[in-house]
């Protein structure tokens, strides 16, 4: 589905991380963790299309990034639903007018319909629906954000530290739905510096950890 082939990125003179070889396969659940500064959002990045590698490969769903238009990308972002850190919305909008907004600037909103309510439900912001996003808890702005990502029924999930600003018992409701979306056949990738949110995740799921340090990916050791 995205595949990273001994990529590279550079900015600035200066050499983030090399020879990263990454697959999100069908399926799978995986975390990406590392200390601050070692690129882990840029990679993320890389594995949506916001970004292109300055060495290596990536290809989203078998086509190289390199040689993409930017309709072909667009076409592609459609596949991927990413749930960043700061999750910015319309504070003109209602929640549920925001979490549809994919929809809409695609000139879909009309299948919105009774799949929004679920998921409203789903996330547990039904009565939060009409409020505008500045009346959201941060909790329920990073389960906004989540639905927002979600509702064109993308199947992979990029989620960039999507607990980093909420309490734990949130960060596990949250962790709960990421879950829910993999056991639903759902790609789930997610970026974390929080190794108890990994821990937890392990009784619930299959996953693989990965560590970005040093310029260089790794699979994590069994301490975590």
Not at 47 to 57: F, H, K, N
Not at 153 to 178: C, K
């Amino acid at each position: 589905m995205i595949e990273l082939d001994r990529v590279a990125y550079s900015y600035g003179g200066g050499e983030l991380f090399s020879d990263v070889s990454l697959t999100l396969a069908p399926g799978s659940f995986q975390f990406l963790t590392g200390p601050s500064g070692a690129g882990k959002t840029t990679l993320l990045k890389l594995c949506y299309g916001e970004l292109v590698s300055t060495a290596g490969y990536v290809r989203l769903f078998g086509k190289n990034t390199r040689e993409m238009e930017r309709d072909d990308v667009a076409m592609s972002r459609r596949k991927i639903g990413v749930v960043h850190q700061d999750c910015q919305f319309l504070d003109h909008l209602s929640v549920a007018e925001n979490i549809a907004l994919p929809l809409t600037v695609s000139g879909r909103a009309q299948e919105a319909g009774d799949y929004l309510e679920d998921l409203l439900r789903w996330v547990g912001l039904t009565h939060q629906a009409s409020q505008l996003p500045p009346q959201l808890s941060g909790g329920e702005r990073q389960r906004a954000a989540l639905a927002r990502a979600v509702i064109i029924s993308p199947d992979v999930i990029i989620a960039d530290e999507p607990t980093g600003n909420i309490d734990w018992e949130m960060s596990q409701r949250l962790l709960q739905l990421l879950v829910e979306l993999n056991k639903m056949g759902k790609t789930v990738l997610i970026a974390t510096h929080d190794l108890n949110l990994i821990r937890a995740s392990k009784s619930q799921v299959s996953t693989r950890v990965l560590r970005l340090a040093n310029r260089r990916l790794h699979v994590a050791g069994a301490e975590l």
